[in-house]
């Protein structure tokens, strides 16, 4: 069972950055594509972005795309999303999983919570106006 830890959320204001950290243990991620989803008050959680398990390819929701990237170190076993020019739609609790599937051969946008199997706490983003 692997356990995912979440950090690096506040309280920014629009315009500023972020960049949210996961850090997997219990057992090794390196095999499997990892995704960030977020929740904001009274909405469903939605996908945000993904990445391979071979680090070859991202793919991003498009509320985000071109602010947010999506990176993973697979020898430190983390996983980042930097997020630019925040908006204070962005505001949510962030969530990073990990996939079901071995060897996912590619991510993108269809892909929903039910993909992935273990979940951390989440981090909280709050973008003032």
């Known amino acids: 069972q692997v356990q995912l830890v979440e950090s690096g959320g506040g309280l920014v204001q629009a315009g500023d950055s972020l960049r949210l950290s996961c850090v997997a243990s219990?057992?090794?991620?390196?095999?499997?594509?990892m995704a960030w989803f977020r929740q904001a008050p009274g909405k469903e959680r939605e996908f945000v972005a993904a990445?391979?398990?071979?680090?070859?390819?991202?793919a991003y929701a498009d509320s985000v795309k071109g602010r947010f990237t999506i990176s993973r170190d697979d020898y430190k076993n983390t996983v980042a999303l930097q997020m630019n020019n925040l908006k204070p739609e962005d505001s949510a609790v962030y969530y990073c999983a990990l996939d079901k599937l071995l060897f996912r051969p590619r991510v993108d946008t269809s892909l929903t919570d039910t993909d992935f199997g273990s979940w951390g706490q989440g981090t909280k983003v709050t973008v003032s106006s």
């Open positions: 219990g057992r090794t991620f390196v095999n499997y594509a």
């Open positions: 990445i391979t398990w071979s680090n070859s390819s991202a």
